[in-house]
């Protein structure tokens, strides 16, 4: 029986501390960060609403290679302001109206991106969890067995399998759980450079 506790308190503790934690909240959340399921652009944009203008950028000449340079992944801080810069530069009358545009569409894609994000989170959760619960049916199973039971060998390579995999999958929560961090990141860095050229 210490074996058998001893393995599932391992295994448990692949997972990180914050799992504990966010299983009060919502048991395929495993970040450390409050679980916030979508952006309200009122929390980041301080110009006119955007509400039913995430398509108006499509009516707008010169836009969207705009709209693809700030959303590129690869862009730098740097290259998205220079980005915005020169597009607000060769801006006319409608100059609030058009940076109001670029800022709905990207935020439209950065929330969606961010859904998507939040989204493979859960689904590595809930994975993990499902994992954690095979290896303590698993070791249910190895200590009703004698322990020369043919089948008692193949089942200990089975549960050591299972844990490689739940510590392999361990080594990409801190990477998944930072992408919507990252894009709120984004996101906020987009509103403040579109924001502080409009008139």
């Not at 599932?8 to 450390?32: G, H, I, K, S």
């Not at 060998?153 to 080594?171: G, H, K, Q, V």
Request: net charge negative; glycine share 4%.
């Amino acid at each position: 029986m210490r074996h058998r506790t001893t393995l599932l308190a391992a295994a448990f503790l692949a997972l990180a501390p914050a799992l504990a934690q966010a299983a009060e909240r919502d048991p395929d959340w495993p970040c450390v960060q409050i679980l916030v399921p979508t952006l309200s652009p009122g929390q980041i944009w301080s110009g006119d609403a955007i509400d039913g203008k995430t398509d108006d950028w499509r009516d707008i000449p010169g836009v969207e290679p705009v709209l693809k340079r700030i959303l590129n992944r690869r862009t730098e801080a740097e290259q998205e302001e220079e980005a915005i810069d020169r597009f607000a530069d060769g801006l006319g009358p409608d100059r609030n109206a058009t940076l109001t545009a670029l800022f709905a569409g990207a935020f439209d894609a950065l929330n969606r991106d961010r859904g998507a994000a939040i989204a493979a989170i859960h689904r590595y959760a809930h994975q993990q969890r499902e994992l954690l619960d095979s290896i303590d049916k698993a070791l249910t199973r190895l200590q009703e067995l004698p322990a020369d039971a043919p089948e008692a060998a193949p089942l200990r390579e089975e549960i050591a399998w299972r844990r490689r995999i739940l510590d392999e999958r361990r080594r990409y929560q801190s990477a998944l759980c930072d992408q919507p961090v990252q894009l709120e990141q984004k996101a906020g860095r987009i509103a403040r450079e579109i924001a502080a050229r409009l008139d």
